[in-house]
């Protein structure tokens, strides 16, 4: 792969946040039905290496860390970036962190927030698409969209597990196949159906993994919006613009199906490379990057999406 890369989906699971998991009881693989990887800096390092990556902006996955007590999240969330800057403050030109909040604890999210960018180096922010199913778009998070506007932050969202899900159905078992993308489209849905995305337009959004399900129903919601906005019960609001003004990122299997609909609503400027390391092998991340690379509706662009683009929204230029 001859495109340097920016690689603004990949992951870290640091020792302070395997040791969160312990401490809250929480079993991944249980919960999730997917393996958790072994992960290490040296092995990100050699991963960058094998498949090209020029840098990683690394975000702690799910499972989310808080679990319905407010004090235990931001600790726990501290800890977590603490050792999330430490390990880039030791690769500063290869490796750069998105701080993990404890949402839905608001005023400690904003601590945290600030904390990340004003002391730790943060490139931006985390946001689970729920975070003890409180869903992003909610209005009581609306203080800390205030201030993420106020910084002009870069959230990525990540889709975490749905507070409930069907039980004996097999989507409802390996989480990542359906119900991670499921909840991601849900969160971002719920941003533009309370205004979040028009009232705080100096936030950067981007949405993981082709979009979800957003590019398969975007026209469907713009559709029914001419139906409820009229009828008192969705605040008008332009979804295709709404859309456009998003960035994506095309971690896992974006071709040919999922990206083929993503272009119809996402400005080309906005696309971004991710690769879901280290829970996609190295080897079937090097295989997707390439047959990305040759994809009739990236190769055009590849130096942008690859590059450029998540450059110039990171300020690594």
């Known amino acids: 792969m001859s495109i340097p890369s920016i690689d603004v989906h990949s992951h870290a699971l640091p020792k302070a946040y395997l040791d969160a998991l312990v401490e809250l009881g929480v079993n991944p693989v249980e919960e999730d039905g997917f393996p958790t990887p072994e992960w290490s800096e040296d092995v990100h390092l050699r991963f960058m290496e094998e498949t090209g990556q020029e840098f990683c902006v690394l975000t702690i996955s799910t499972p989310h860390i808080h679990r319905g007590d407010d004090t235990m999240a931001a600790r726990l969330a ?28 608001v005023e400690a999210s904003i601590e945290e927030a600030r904390r990340g960018f ?34 002009a ?27 991670y993308i499921a909840d991601t489209t849900r969160a971002v849905l719920n941003l533009m159906a309370h205004g979040v995305i028009d009232r705080y337009p100096h936030i950067r959004w981007i949405v993981p993994h082709a979009g979800s399900f957003v590019p398969a129903i975007a026209h469907r919601l713009s559709g029914i919006s001419q139906v409820l906005v009229p009828a008192g019960l969705m605040e008008p609001i332009n979804v295709m613009d709404n859309l456009r003004s998003l960035y994506w990122d095309l971690a896992g299997d974006a071709r040919p199906v999922m990206l083929e609909g993503l272009m119809h609503i996402a400005d080309p ?49």
């Open 153 to 179: 932050a870069v959230v990525t969202i990540h889709p975490s597990l749905p507070a409930a899900v069907p039980q004996g159905v097999f989507t409802a078992g390996p989480a990542p196949l359906f119900e």
């Open 269 to 317: 400027t906005h696309l971004l490379y991710g690769s879901d390391a280290p829970y996609t092998p190295t080897a079937v991340i090097a295989c997707n990057k390439e047959a990305l690379a040759q994809d009739p509706l990236i190769a055009p662009i590849a130096q942008a999406v690859f590059h450029d683009n998540a450059a110039r929204l990171y300020g690594l230029v």
């Open 118 to 151: 004003d002391e730790l180096g943060a490139l931006g922010v985390k946001l689970p698409s729920n975070g003890a199913g409180v869903y992003l778009g909610d209005p009581s998070l609306d203080p800390l969209m205030a201030f993420l506007d106020e910084r």
């Open 78 to 105: 501290r800890a977590v970036n603490d050792e999330l800057a430490a390990v880039c403050q030791r690769h500063s030109d290869r490796l750069g962190f998105a701080t993990t909040l404890p949402v839905p604890a």
